[in-house]
């Protein structure tokens, strides 16, 4: 089974420019979560997605949104950059079910510089 | 508000010794407690976890420990090799779909 794939691996912009990040789960997982490394703070939770709905937001400014889509690729968009958003954006997917924990496996990250 | 503590940025230790690595949590929410190990230019990758019903997991040469009342876990390494240097993360997830993570542990183990 191939693994979660995040793409670009890398991106420069500037401040006040706008991204997106491309995240495609492993097949058959329905659950896409993202979260936000940067030196010190660890990971930091975004959001998640089931089934093209966001179950869950973590305590970010609304500049940062997402959405998924019927395969269950998702998409984040940060908007307006600060120098602040520089970090490792992180995308994890899980098969989604609420009945038990299901094991997040992470892909490679993309890598944001903001300059 | 960080929920997840791990206090120590890093531990250095010997190969073939053991490598303990802490993590304190805040939430009583918390049920499931996992680690996860992460190399540069990787995504980190799940190691162990325990339920909050258990006070011990093992799986070859690491065991987590949960002591509930301190709000305290412990990942121990036995014995440690050169392969394990690698930032170390503690989550915990009171929901089915959020993990909460400490600031990582960077482990070095030297020859």
């Known amino acids: 089974k191939a693994g979660v794939t995040q793409t670009p691996r890398y991106l420069i912009k500037t401040r006040g420019q706008q991204v997106t990040l491309s995240c495609s789960p492993i097949?058959?997982?329905?659950?896409v979560s993202w979260y936000q490394q940067t030196p010190g703070q660890g990971l930091q939770f975004l959001f998640e997605?089931?089934?093209?709905?966001?179950?869950n937001k973590g305590n970010f400014p609304g500049r940062f949104s997402g959405r998924q889509f019927s395969n269950s690729r998702s998409e984040m968009n940060v908007s307006t950059l600060e120098l602040g958003d520089s970090a490792l954006y992180l995308c994890?997917?899980?098969?989604?079910?609420?009945?038990?924990?299901?094991?997040?496996?992470f892909g490679p990250g993309t890598r944001l510089t903001v300059l | 508000d960080q929920q997840v503590k791990q206090n120590s940025p890093s531990l250095s230790v010997q190969e073939g010794r053991i490598s303990i690595l802490n993590c304190d949590y805040t939430?009583?929410?918390?049920?499931?407690f996992l680690w996860y190990k992460k190399y540069p230019a990787e995504g980190p990758t799940f190691l162990i976890s325990i339920s909050s019903i258990k006070d011990k997991n093992e799986d070859g040469r690491f065991t987590v420990f949960l002591n509930k009342s301190a709000k305290h876990l412990s990942l121990h390494i036995v014995p440690s090799q050169p392969g394990d240097s690698a930032v170390y993360f503690c989550?915990?997830?009171?929901?089915?779909?959020?993990?909460?993570f400490g600031a990582g542990t960077t482990v070095t183990v030297r020859a």
């Open positions: 989550a915990a997830s009171a929901s089915r779909y959020k993990l909460s």
């Open positions: 939430n009583s929410m918390f049920d499931y």
């Open positions: 997605y089931f089934s093209e709905t966001q179950r």
């Open positions: 994890a997917s899980s098969l989604g079910g609420l009945a038990s924990y299901n094991e997040q496996f």
């Open positions: 097949s058959g997982h329905r659950s």
